[in-house]
Each structure stands twice: as structure tokens, then as C-alpha cells.
């Protein structure tokens, strides 16, 4: 391996660690915390089931922000439907043979780059051109989306513009994977920049506001049942204080 | 140590182990396209591509376009990157000596392609072997 090949291999083991080790800390503080109030967004779904549509439909079609405010949505949509069909189409790198439906989504995940982009360009736009918004953005609001750009844009330079040598990148991929280090890193700047841009991502992802990913399944107004009249709602946490007073 | 600190570092210790385990629990080796030789058969003594290997990777999409282009639109005929070109030079043959159409991967443009999920639409109307077969 290259030099360059052996500092981009440190850093993506280092991040992939700090990725899911982040994330899975997060996400057992957020199933740790009380949710002591029966509080479901009304008018809420009154069975389980219900709670479990509800929650998908928030998380496919964003339905409070459509709600809300249709220009955000409308960003913030395109933007998060592009980065789906995006990253799905890069299983391609870790997977082989690579599965039939990534082969099937592989044009769809071209396009889906622009959408991506066009709905990045649209909040940022929309930070910076709102004076109320502008006012309550801080750096790391702009940060965040400067980031995001960047790693969309130089993304699709590669598509679009010039090929880098996805063959050897994979290659690279697959022997981070399989802890076989033969295969350099090709040293294309578009690539590494883009990959140093990913990088930092999976870094900061477990400590910014990006957590929002995971978060929303514990928003306890969205995965509550409307249910109060039928059944107690008794947080465990409270439970014990309730157990002391019936004494 | 306060209670949370340690369920952190013991966590991420947990994180740690399953990863190294599940990568290593896959180790055999990186699977490469394996790129036959090419057959020099078009071009008496030529022993390269028609641009170094490592341009030809990065560049030969946008070349064969722009081929198709000048010559559908514009008519023009040079042979540096014509498509039948590149299938006579890169003719593959399988060990019972008998040449491979493109759907197999052992076909030398199919063998990255396929590697990369990369589908093409040129073999519908193109051969992909030197005498016109598919």
C-alpha cells in the first residue's frame, strides 16, 4: 500500500468506530430516557399498529413539515430522498457480487445526485436569504450543509465530469473490509477529497444535529399511543415513586 | 469513574470487538476482476492500449462516446476508438478456447463492469466479439 493509502485506511477505521460506537451510545441514551408523559401529537392512532404507520409515514414522507412549512419540505425532502437512492447506489463498492437490485437502481442514484444537491443548495439558500433564519443560524448550521455540498458535489464531478478509477477504489473497499491490505487507494484529488469530506462526516455524525436520524423514532409525541382513558400510562422510571407513595 | 463513563467505554469496547469479529469472519481475500489478456490480433505488434492503461480506465466511457458521436452525428470514421477496435483486441476466450459473449463476466469489458454494477446498452446493437457474434 501507498502511503496515502495507509492514512486513508487509519482514517476510515477510526471513523467507522467512532461512527458506530457514537451512534449505538446515543441511541441506548435515547432508549434510557424517560418519557414520564402521555403526550402523542393528536389526533393521534389509537392502536400500535397505527403508531408504527405513523412513524413510517413521518420518516418516508415527512408529514409534520409538510405540514408546517411546504418550502422546507420541499428542500429537505428532495434532499433526503436523493441521499437515499445516492447511498444506496454506492453498495456497489462493498458488495460482491454486487446485488441485483443496486445493479436495477444504478441510473436512478446518477439522477438522484442532482435532486440531492438541488435541495441542499435550497436550505442553504434559505439560511442565508431569510433574515429570521439567517438570524438563528449558527456556524455549525452552515458547516453542516457546506459539508453535505461538498461531499454531494465532488460526488457527482466523479459521475458527471471525470472518472476517477472506481475499479481500484473497490478493490481498496474490500480489503478495508477484509482486513487484506494489497490494494491502494487510487490517488485521484477528486476521490480523496471526497472521501476525506466522508470521513469527517462519520466523525461528527454521533455528536451533531444530524442525530435527528435516529432520534425521531423516540420522539415520544410521535411513537405515543393515544390510549390514556384505556390504560395507564406508567413511565418505569416512575413507577418505582409511584410503588413508594401506595405504602 | 462515575457509572455512565464506564458503560461507555465497556460499550464501545462491545462495538469494537463485534466489527473487528465480523469483518475478519469474511476474510478471504479481495475478489478482483480477473481481465484476461488482450488478444493482439487487430494491430500486428502493437503491445498497449490506444491510451496508457491507466487513462484507458479512467476515460475510455467518455471516449467511446464521443466516438459514437462524431461518428453518428458527423460521420466520422477514425478507428482510435472505435468500439470494433476495442472487441478485436480484447477478444476473450474461455478454456475450452472458445470466445465468451458479453453477458459472461469472464468477457474482458463485462468482467469490470460487472465488478462495478456498471449496465450497458451498446450490445444491444453492437457485437461484443470480432466476427459479430453476441
Not at chain 1, 463498492?93 to 454486487?98: A, I, L, Q, R, S
Not at chain 1, 480489503?175 to 484529488?189: E, Q, T
Not at chain 2, 503491445?47 to 466520422?76: A, I, Y
Amino acid at each position: 500500500m501507498s502511503f496515502l493509502s495507509i492514512l486513508y485506511a487509519i482514517l476510515f477505521y477510526a471513523a467507522t468506530i467512532l461512527l458506530v460506537a457514537g451512534l449505538g451510545r446515543k441511541i441506548a441514551q435515547y432508549a434510557r430516557t424517560p418519557a414520564p408523559l402521555k403526550i402523542p401529537t393528536m389526533p393521534a392512532p389509537t392502536t400500535q399498529t397505527g403508531v408504527v404507520l405513523r412513524v413510517a409515514t413521518e420518516v418516508v414522507f415527512f408529514r409534520q413539515l409538510f405540514k408546517s412549512n411546504k418550502w422546507i419540505w420541499l428542500f429537505g425532502w428532495m434532499f433526503h430522498m436523493g441521499l437515499f437512492l445516492v447511498l444506496a447506489r454506492h453498495l456497489r463498492y462493498f458488495t460482491e457480487p454486487v446485488w441485483a437490485w443496486v445493479v436495477l437502481i444504478q441510473p436512478f442514484g446518477k439522477y438522484a445526485a442532482f435532486a440531492m444537491v438541488a435541495g441542499l443548495a435550497g436550505l442553504w439558500g434559505r439560511r442565508i436569504l431569510v433574515e429570521r433564519i439567517r438570524y438563528i443560524s449558527a456556524p455549525s448550521d452552515h458547516l453542516m450543509l457546506a459539508l453535505l455540498l461538498g461531499i454531494g458535489l465532488s460526488g457527482m464531478s466523479m459521475t458527471f465530469v471525470s472518472h476517477v478509477d472506481i475499479v481500484g477504489l473497490k478493490a481498496f473497499l474490500l480489503g478495508l473490509m477484509r482486513f487484506d491490505w494489497s490494494h491502494s487507494l487510487p490517488s485521484d484529488a477528486l476521490l480523496l477529497i471526497h472521501l476525506l469530506l466522508v470521513a469527517i462526516l462519520m466523525i461528527i455524525f454521533p455528536i451533531s444535529k444530524l442525530l435527528h436520524a435516529p432520534g425521531v423514532f423516540f420522539s415520544p409525541t410521535l411513537n405515543q399511543v393515544d390510549n390514556a382513558r384505556e390504560k395507564r400510562h406508567l413511565a418505569p422510571w416512575a413507577a418505582g415513586l409511584d410503588a413508594d407513595r401506595a405504602e | 469513574m462515575r457509572k455512565s463513563q464506564r458503560f461507555n467505554i465497556l460499550f464501545g469496547l462491545a462495538m469494537a470487538a463485534v466489527l473487528l469479529s465480523g469483518s475478519a469472519a469474511v476474510f478471504a481475500g479481495v475478489p478482483v476482476p480477473l481481465l484476461p489478456e488482450p488478444v493482439k490480433s487487430a494491430v500486428e505488434g502493437e503491445e498497449s492500449c490506444v491510451l496508457p492503461e491507466d487513462e484507458m480506465r479512467r476515460v475510455h466511457m467518455d471516449r467511446l462516446k464521443h466516438q459514437r458521436d462524431d461518428t453518428m452525428h458527423e460521420g466520422v470514421r477514425t478507428s482510435r476508438f472505435s468500439l470494433k477496435e476495442c472487441i478485436s483486441c480484447h477478444v476473450t476466450k474461455n478454456d475450452a478456447g472458445e470466445k465468451v459473449s458479453v453477458k459472461s463476466r469472464e468477457h474482458f469489458c463485462n468482467a469490470c463492469h460487472a465488478y462495478t454494477g456498471v449496465t450497458l446498452d451498446c450490445w444491444d446493437c453492437h457485437a461484443s466479439q470480432p466476427d459479430g457474434g453476441q
